[in-house]
């Protein structure tokens, strides 16, 4: 079977999601569209009369459009959360240029002696601007606006990184599991999208152009007419089609709202999974609706979430929470590691901590089998002389740890040739192409299974105890208090060999972690 019949397949059985996805991500970018054209056309208007202000706000502009996606969104984040809203944000800031600057360009290009004639005949300062000024500059305007569109469609592809949805989750998925047709089955569709949506963008821009500007001959005339009303039948079919996805959309989000919790996660496999299997147990024993807001990024952004009240329950590790978020010095001690953050947790946060899940996913430090022969690496201390000649490779979140790398530095004297900061799947990819030859890893990664490679043994017992243990909300448990006995089940039938097992059918075999989690579950007998 070749390739394209797999991707073809793929899509097939993915159909449903990837529809649901697409939906989202035209509710995102229309919503973001409307909104930089009610701020940007405003803006553009004022520039013009008040010049004053020309400079500051096209100035502003610029400076948002230097400004990384990425980096963006991060600072929205804890002023309006996770969701639609900071992808929404931020997306009209990248929007508001063209469409300011294209405003501002075609109301400037106006003759003179026009504005002349329409005051000569009493027209007003504002009967001028929206009788005159407007309709000549309109498609100019549009050119921006359709510039805009386009750009925000592939920008909301980041909307998945605070829970939003849209087709950037699947793009993000695939890039966590190796997956090339899911990052495929989310970029097309957005690709087409763009596209799409420049065609509309280009008809509309047509339809604002006076006709006598397009015309030379008679002939030529009658003939734009009759495309003109082809085309304007387009628009409102698509206008249509547009309005049904975002009522829908709408719907579908506001739907039982009251009897719903969200769950959420990290971004990472392991946590994509027990995520989906905390929603279904609580889908199946409850008359609850869950929902669900994963791979959301790193502790600092949903905890976060969590805290502000965006997100009701998630998963995270008790090495994590002890030493990254309440600041303690790491140690080995796992009992006390769990009552000190469960004791800071309810007294700071009023979040409560529930049960430890029955295995431990602590950082290890992980080589290629030829590193490891040609240096004779058995534990981490032996990389003390070899690391001078070697390129360390660690997550984001790792570089800038006390329990990451600035510790691991530290206690065993160790000074690489280089640092690297990749998220996900791609520092396996690195580390097997020998781009990198030591990475930090999980002990309960599939994907170490997948590359074959050797974990160090950490002898001097640097790295604390990471048990996967649920966060949830007090007020969500004092309303919910069965979820409490509900994951108890669970978490004892998790061990480090089960969770490896289910990580690499999702890293190695692309399984998606729906079917995983639901057969895991049906199995044993939780659902």
Do not use: W
């Not at 600072?75 to 294209?102: E, Q, R």
């Not at 529930?354 to 004779?376: G, H, S, W």
């Not at 105890?465 to 069965?482: D, G, H, M, Q, S």
Request: hydrophobic share 45%.
């Amino acid at each position: 079977m070749n390739i394209i019949s797999e991707f073809l397949i793929y899509i097939i059985e993915q159909r449903a999601e990837i529809l649901n996805l697409l939906f989202q991500h035209i509710r995102l970018t229309a919503f973001a569209v409307i909104f930089s054209i009610m701020l940007g056309v405003p803006l553009g208007i004022l520039i013009k009369y008040v010049q004053k202000l020309n400079k500051p706000i096209l100035g502003f502009a610029n400076i948002i459009q230097a400004i990384p996606s990425m980096a963006l969104l991060g600072i929205s984040i804890p002023i309006l959360g996770i969701g639609s809203a900071p992808a929404i944000f931020m997306v009209i800031l990248y929007s508001l240029l063209p469409i300011i600057k294209n405003t501002y360009t075609g109301l400037s290009n106006i003759s003179p002696q026009i504005i002349e004639a329409a005051k000569g005949i009493g027209l007003t300062k504002t009967q001028v601007l929206f009788k005159i000024q407007v309709p000549l500059s309109l498609p100019v305007i549009m050119a921006g606006i359709r510039v805009s569109a386009v750009t925000s469609v592939g920008l909301m592809t980041i909307a998945a990184y605070v829970g939003a949805g849209g087709l950037g989750y699947l793009v993000f998925a695939g890039i966590r599991t190796i997956n090339n047709y899911q990052i495929l089955a989310g970029a097309i569709p957005a690709c087409l999208l763009a596209l799409f949506v420049d065609y509309i963008f280009s008809i509309i821009e047509r339809l604002v152009t006076p006709i006598s500007l397009q015309a030379t001959e008679i002939i030529k005339r009658k003939e734009l007419e009759e495309k003109r009303k082809r085309e304007k039948i387009i628009i409102y079919v698509v206008a249509a089609i547009t309005l049904i996805i975002i009522g829908t959309q709408i719907i579908k989000l506001t739907r039982n709202k009251k009897e719903s919790i969200t769950v959420s996660s990290l971004m990472f496999t392991e946590q994509v999974i027990l995520g989906n299997m905390v929603s279904d147990l609580i889908e199946a024993n409850t008359d609850l609706i869950v929902e669900r807001k994963l791979a959301l990024g790193g502790t600092q952004i949903v905890f976060q979430a969590l805290d502000r009240g965006d997100v009701d329950l998630y998963v995270d590790y008790t090495g994590t929470m002890f030493a990254s978020l309440l600041n303690y010095t790491p140690t080995n001690d796992a009992d006390f590691v769990y009552r000190q953050v469960k004791k800071d947790m309810k007294s700071k946060y009023n979040i409560e901590t529930l049960a430890p899940f029955n295995f431990n996913n602590t950082y290890v430090i992980a080589i290629r089998e030829d590193t490891q022969k040609r240096y004779n690496i058995k534990n981490i201390s032996d990389m003390r002389t070899a690391s001078r000649d070697l390129r360390f490779c660690g997550t984001l979140e790792f570089m800038n740890r006390a329990d990451g790398i600035i510790g691991l530095t530290n206690i065993y004297s160790l000074s690489f040739n280089d640092y690297v900061a990749i998220d996900d799947a791609p520092r396996y990819i690195a580390l097997d192409s020998k781009e990198v030859d030591v990475i930090t890893a999980f002990s309960t990664d599939g994907l170490l299974k997948k590359f074959s490679l050797i974990t160090l043994e950490d002898d001097k017992k640097f790295f604390p105890p990471y048990y996967a243990v649920p966060f949830i909300r007090a007020e969500t448990l004092n309303k919910y208090p069965k979820i409490a006995e509900i994951l108890e089940r669970l978490g004892n039938l998790l061990d480090e060999e089960t969770m490896i097992e289910l990580n690499y059918q999702v890293d190695e075999l692309q399984r998606d972690p729906k079917d995983v989690v639901r057969e895991f579950l049906i199995k044993n007998e939780l659902i």
